[in-house]
Nanobody, 126 residues
Framework: VQLQASGGGLVQPGGSLRLSCAAS?????????FAWFRQAPGKEREFVAA???????NYADSVKGRFTISRDNARNTVALQMNSLKPEDTAVYYC????????????????????WGQGTLVTVSS
């Protein structure tokens, strides 16, 4: 299974960006959890958002109300719509997936995910 993240770039504060993660090699059609994490320079990788089959989502407090994670089953992709971006959102964003439904408390844990994309850089700056 390979996950390919794309959509990063440079955006001004207050702007929007949409990241996409394409899964190949396997179709997560029944039970799955997909997530986005990010890692800023000099910091640890942190949870951003997750979504599992059935539609349940989980967001970090820092992005709640600004970011939305969604799933396109037909295209086997997961998207992260980021609005009202702030300079502190600058980071490399990684998508991750696991072929089972994680409980809410586990959705934020890096070790729960089996598959990782290569990362895409998001820079929020004027």
């Amino acid at each position: 299974v390979q996950l390919q993240a794309s959509g990063g770039g440079l955006v001004q504060p207050g702007g929007s960006l949409r990241l996409s993660c394409a899964a190949s090699g396997r179709t997560f059609s029944n039970s799955y959890t997909f997530a986005w994490f990010r890692q800023a320079p000099g910091k640890e990788r942190e949870f951003v958002a997750a979504r599992r089959s059935g539609g349940s989502t989980n967001y970090a407090d820092s992005v709640k109300g600004r970011f939305t994670i969604s799933r396109d089953n037909a295209r086997n992709t997961v998207a992260l719509q980021m609005n009202s971006l702030k300079p502190e959102d600058t980071a490399v964003y990684y998508c991750a997936g696991v072929p089972r439904n994680l409980i809410v408390s586990s959705m934020r844990r890096l070790v729960e995910y089996d598959y990782w994309g290569q990362g895409t850089l998001v820079t929020v700056s004027s």
